[in-house]
């Protein structure tokens, strides 16, 4: 049996024109949709360190939207052209599977977008020690290219089955591709207005920073830029793996090198890791995330250099205004690091242990 030609007077040009306009109304609405949630989205990241897709992952996560929106106008359009069954020469049968197949398939990859990038957004990027550790661009950037793709062809699967699509199938493709290349590279988004306030706002900690960098270089001291870039963020993985391991290098009876005291007392001026995540909640020893004070001392005996010496009583300097911090809803300091002295409250209260280890080791020296 010799199937239909899928054309215009099929479905008349009134109907035929209305579909392609609500489809591509909903492509525009859904990918405008998507830019804006993604970055709303992005903002709750505010509150560990705030995610920054690099150009080229911006560029392909706007690909990506753009070709599920254009997907999912290809499925209202269809879903709209064969909306009455009974004005087709085949199967009403047929007909009502051709819409319920093609609006299906595009609620689905809507549903499955927009809640897996929700769920990765609300809970892996505000888990404590997230660091990326799931990139689709990086690591599953295949999915971002056969999902969209795959079901807009498969959409179309129905519609070839009884009708001779021609031209049309063709045509829908090289639309498919210019329509996601212009709303990908045309996103109304501009991240720089989030990642600026993410830098303003983290421009006191970076700055703890530097000063110490500076000074080290004016002693002569290298830190390698591999060591740096941990300090430059909060709360990622890269940083907690820092603070164990500067940790267990001052509980060795070795001599420690004296870019590690510095990075050491960086952390300790920035004060933005609260605890060390050793899985055994009762052991606030383990828990502490920065050198033992007793560690501290042994280091200050194990080395001659009178450099070294100074940063480290500086380093105990640190810790002893840790626990000697006001309160800092009493505090009347407007220099902003209210996240540092936030966390030394809590340190104060959780470590009193420590604190005592800290002014027993102060009378004995």
Not at 12 to 22: A, D, N, R, S
Not at 45 to 61: K, V, W
Not at 184 to 192: A, L, R, Y
């Amino acid at each position: 049996m010799t199937k239909e030609k899928l054309s215009i007077d099929l479905f008349g040009k009134t109907k035929f024109y209305t579909g392609l306009v609500i489809g591509l109304s909903t492509a525009i609405i859904i990918n405008l949709f998507f830019a804006y949630f993604r970055e709303i989205l992005r903002n709750q990241t505010f509150t560990r360190d705030l995610l920054i897709p690099t150009n080229e992952e911006f560029i392909g996560y706007n690909l990506f939207f753009a070709a599920v929106s254009i997907t999912a106008g290809l499925g209202l359009t269809i879903w709209f052209w064969f909306h009455n069954p009974f004005s087709f020469k085949i199967s009403k049968y047929w007909i009502q599977f051709i819409r319920t197949y093609s609006i299906f398939w595009t609620i689905l990859l809507l549903l499955v977008v927009s809640r897996v990038g929700s769920v990765l957004t609300w809970v892996l990027y505000t888990i404590y020690g997230y660091d990326d550790h799931l990139n689709f661009y990086n690591e599953f950037s295949i999915i971002l290219i056969l999902l969209p793709t795959v079901v807009f062809l498969n959409i179309w699967t129905p519609v070839r089955l009884k009708y001779q699509t021609g031209k049309w199938f063709w045509i829908s493709i090289v639309i498919y591709c210019s329509l996601t290349v212009l709303l990908g590279f045309n996103s109304p988004i501009d991240q720089n207005k989030l990642n600026k306030l993410w830098t303003s706002y983290n421009e006191p900690y970076n700055r703890i920073v530097d000063n110490e960098i500076d000074r080290a270089k004016l002693n002569g001291i290298h830190i390698p830029e591999k060591a740096i870039d941990p300090l430059r963020v909060n709360h990622k993985q890269r940083v907690h793996d820092q603070a164990q391991n500067l940790k267990q290098r001052f509980e060795s009876h070795i001599p420690v090198p004296i870019d590690t005291v510095i990075i050491e007392l960086i952390h300790a001026k920035k004060t933005t890791i609260r605890y060390l995540n050793t899985g055994d909640w009762s052991d606030k020893h383990s828990l502490w995330p920065f050198a033992h004070p007793r560690h501290v001392y042994q280091q200050i005996e194990l080395t001659q250099d009178s450099l070294k010496i100074a940063y480290l009583k500086e380093l105990l300097k640190e810790f002893n205004d840790i626990f000697n911090q006001a309160d800092p809803w009493e505090m009347d300091i407007n220099d902003g690091l209210d996240d540092k002295y936030y966390n030394r409250l809590f340190m104060q209260r959780r470590y009193k242990d420590i604190k005592s280890e800290l002014n027993d080791l102060r009378r004995e020296n």
